[in-house]
């Protein structure tokens, strides 16, 4: 999961993906798009694989969808991405670095097409996602999600597990578990970290965070330690 839009330029190697659902095949040259909020899910590597992720800071003027989080090479959408990553390298600046960051969005609006016409159940995962995006620190119940997004809770969990590969509740989690890495790299102690996120006590986010993340938050805070 990322907190913000990024894209992977393939250089070497190959890979299936998961994402909303589908199966995806990443091939040299290929640009995975990714969007904040989506989980995403290596299914196969082809052997050791070299790419490079751009990320994108700023907001979007509306939420992009992707039709495809996959663009072949010869994509006319992949030229401004790769122009971006090239302007970076050359660390330009001023005009030139803007002008290289508007096309760069551009592109990726232009790979919002289709699928910004949600579907019921497609909007109410939306519509849920963000709900649980304001709300999360609280205690959400599964019935409260329910209905501010009008669907009966059954249908939810089927809608959104189907969509995001997960249930709400461990889409909340995966949320939480991102905020926690931001505030431990900002110097918080892990135990106003968890205060800050609604949990009981650390236990709680010490099991949560090193299924998630591979370490405790004590060991991710000391690496991250300017």
Do not use: C
Not at 9 to 37: A, C, E, F, H
Not at 95 to 106: M, T, V
Not at 156 to 163: G, M, S
């Amino acid at each position: 999961m990322k907190d913000r839009y990024a894209y992977v330029i393939v250089q070497r190697g190959g890979w299936d993906m998961w994402v909303r659902g589908r199966t995806y095949s990443v091939n040299p040259g290929d640009v995975v798009l990714k969007q904040p909020g989506e989980v995403y899910r290596d299914l196969r590597r082809d052997g050791p694989s070299t790419f490079e992720v751009v990320l994108l800071d700023g907001v979007a003027t509306s939420e992009l969808v992707f039709d495809r989080p996959v663009l072949a090479a010869d994509d006319a959408r992949v030229r401004p991405l790769a122009d971006l990553r090239g302007a970076i390298a050359a660390n330009a600046s001023g005009l030139a670095l803007e002008q290289a960051i508007a096309g760069a969005w551009r592109a990726l609006g232009a790979a919002s097409g289709t699928e910004t016409t949600l579907t019921r159940e497609r909007s109410a995962v939306a519509r849920a996602r963000a709900y649980l995006r304001e709300r999360l620190v609280e205690a959400v119940t599964l019935d409260e999600l329910a209905d501010h997004v009008r669907l009966d809770k059954h249908h939810l969990i089927h809608a959104f597990r189907a969509e995001m590969g997960l249930p709400p509740y461990e889409y909340l989690t995966h949320l939480r578990i991102l905020r926690a890495r931001e505030l431990l790299r900002a110097g918080l102690p892990v135990v106003r970290v968890a205060a800050a996120l609604g949990y009981y006590d650390q236990s709680q986010l010490h099991r949560h965070f090193k299924r998630i993340v591979g370490a405790t938050p004590g060991a991710y805070a000391r690496a991250h330690r300017s």
